[in-house]
DNA sequence: GCCGTTTTCGGCCCGACTGTTTTCAGTCG
């Protein structure tokens, strides 16, 4: 995968440019810019994309023209960016690591190259011991320890953090604040609501006429370990578990500007900034402004905001620039699948197997508790010998056990599954006739996950075509940060299961999300279905649902396109056939 | 350098805070 290291060399390019100072227009720089982040969000290969359709395919891509993609097609070929090794000859520091640095941009890189020869953060590291940076003009003592502060955070592997550890602290705060009586209203947002699968940092906006004993209480909570800045409306503090979070502070009239601005990702936000202008307006973080400077629409919620460009309200799961605001303009919005609408959870393991200790009575009671009607209990299958996998005799004493349980549960049903694994060469570790003794069969792929993408693409395409599959589980088998999806052709794989009616699995694992938006998308262009599953191991676990929503909502799943929203009776019709 | 669901040329989002400064450049989101 080529992609990181070229969005860092596009994005190194455009440090330069700037460096470069008048030469260059800031529109080029930013185009530069725009290319690196597209690059860095690809979840298919930059170079299998080329492979495949060449520098077309690329220009496919957002803000990828004629001469990123000519960049690109030339890194393929030659390992190198000619544009980017001239500028490294008057620029020849390490801009990509020293940026890193939370304060350091590439302007304050430079000069300390110029006046002390750093050329990379070890250099850096040497010039901060020696206390050579702090007589430098435009720099002082202060600069030295943000800078230092800095280097201690990257060095703690400061990096984004899952949602599901992300969310939970963001919520613990955000109530430690209502708590506090010294707000009015405090909103999470950012990427955090938008509910991408991991988030770089937090942020709270808050209504409140107390303003500095606001910013004073924050800055004194037990969650926070330093203060970033601290200012009458934005106070930015590192948190302990490693993670930045800003604080936002405005009026009531602008909540609803403010949210929206907080909520959607950049590139949403510069399309709805450009649909003001067009129509004479202007549109910031305290409200929607005509020519003299009167807010026309700010107002308490964000659908003033989205109405008055003419534009119907969305999620903030869809606030992403990937088609929603044509839609809004044309009020073709999808309507989303909600974590009400999910009637039951498909992929829950027990104590029959694995590190599990769920008993029957206590998914069912959990199960019901959210407002579910039935679970499926998926235990693992014998070749998952580490987990105590089960075999076919193992299944049909769980299934016997199932039975007994159903006989005395009201108003909910456990029904017999398992999460079997689909073997090197594509068959399954179960025998047809146990596999039909099923309500329905999850499969997945455990083992050889990186196996080449060939031999992979066939495995899964030939338990697809088996006929025996009714959900592929965690159909990538990704670990977020900690292990790389399988490498298929997921085209192929995508096409087979529609072919086969085989489901789509939306594994709501923090540490999974798998698939995840994109891959969901490209699934749904298929017409396949989703099962969103927590995949518990603990009771605890069935609450992960709503991380899956958020990743169905991401990639505009309806309820009529994810199975477990159906009644029982359905989806059991549904599986039969 | 990119882009267009009116445009293939003429545009291209907006503001807060910091540190080192006497009015602002740099960085960040």
């Known amino acids: 995968m080529i992609n990181s290291k070229l ?18 227009s800031r529109f080029e720089v930013l185009a530069y ?12 290969d930059a170079e299998e994309i080329y492979k495949k359709g060449g520098t077309d395919a ?3 891509l ?16 030659t390992g190198k960016i000619a544009k980017y090794e001239k500028l490294k000859k008057k620029y020849p520091l390490d801009i990509a690591n020293l940026t890193k640095i939370q304060g350091m941009g590439a302007k304050k890189a430079f000069k300390l190259y110029k006046a002390l020869g750093v050329k990379d953060v070890q250099g850096l590291k040497k010039a901060l011991a020696q206390h050579r940076i702090r007589d430098l003009e435009g720099f002082g003592e202060q600069s030295e320890t943000q800078i230092q502060k800095g280097i201690d955070f990257l060095e703690s592997g400061g990096g984004r953090m899952l949602l599901g550890t992300a969310l939970p602290e963001a919520e613990a705060i955000r109530d430690k604040l209502l708590k506090s009586g010294l707000v009015e209203k405090a909103i999470i947002g950012g990427s955090t609501r938008r509910m991408r699968e991991t988030v770089g940092d937090l942020d709270i906006l808050l209504i409140s006429s107390k303003g500095q004993r606001v910013m004073d209480f924050i800055t004194s909570m037990q969650e926070v370990e330093s203060t970033i800045a601290k200012g009458p ?12 979070c800003d604080f936002r502070l405005v009026e009531r009239t602008s909540f609803g500007a403010a949210l929206q601005y907080f909520t959607g990702n950049k590139d ?6 450009e649909m003001a202008i067009k129509k004479g307006l202007k549109l910031n973080e305290y409200g929607l402004f005509d020519k003299r400077n ?12 989205y109405k008055t460009l003419g534009l119907d309200w969305m999620e903030p799961e869809m606030r992403e620039n990937r088609g929603e605001i044509y839609l809004a303009l044309h009020h073709k919005l999808p309507k989303l699948v909600q974590l009400a609408d999910i009637d039951g959870d498909l992929h829950v393991h027990s104590k029959f197997s694995g590190d599990s200790s769920n008993t029957f009575e206590e998914i069912a009671g959990e199960a019901k508790r959210l407002g579910r009607e039935y679970a499926g209990v998926t235990d693992h299958s014998k070749s998952e010998y580490m987990n105590r996998g089960l075999d076919e005799k193992g299944y049909r004493r769980v ?8 006989k005395k549960l009201e108003g909910f049903t456990l029904l017999k599954s398992g999460e079997v694994d689909i073997l090197k060469d594509g068959s399954l570790d179960i025998d047809r006739k146990t596999l039909g003794e099923m309500d329905y069969v999850l499969a997945s792929v455990h083992s050889g996950l990186k196996d080449p993408k060939d031999a992979m693409t066939k495995r899964i395409v030939n338990a697809l075509n088996s006929g025996q599959i009714d959900i592929l589980g965690h159909p990538t088998g990704r670990l977020i940060n900690e292990r790389e999806p399988l490498q298929a052709d997921m085209d192929k794989v995508f096409e087979a299961a529609k072919d086969n009616g085989v489901a789509m699995e939306i594994n709501s694992q923090p540490s999974r999300l798998d698939l995840n938006d994109e891959n969901a998308i490209k699934a749904k262009r298929y017409g396949l279905k989703f099962a969103i599953d927590t995949d518990a191991h603990r009771i605890s676990h069935m609450q992960y649902m709503r991380y899956g929503i958020g990743m169905a909502k991401r990639a505009w799943l309806r309820k009529e396109d994810v199975v477990n929203t159906m009644d029982l009776g359905s989806l059991l019709k549904l599986f039969k056939k």
């Open 233 to 244: 409306t934005k106070t930015s503090v590192r948190l302990k578990i490693g993670l930045n």
């Open 268 to 273: 949403h936000n510069v399309k709805l900034r």
């Open 58 to 60: 690329l220009m496919e």
């Open 62 to 77: 957002p803000g990828i023209g004629k001469s990123m993609a000519a960049h690109i097609e030339e890194y393929i070929k």
């Open 399 to 406: 299934f016997a056990e199932i039975d007994k349980a159903n």
């Open 33 to 44: 810019r725009k290319a690196a982040v597209t690059i860095g969000g690809l979840q298919e």
């Open 7 to 24: 969005a860092e060399l596009l994005d190194v390019i455009a440090d330069m440019l700037e460096l470069e100072g008048e030469k260059y």
């Open 294 to 305: 009167r807010n026309v629409a700010a107002g308490e919620n964000e659908e003033q905001v």
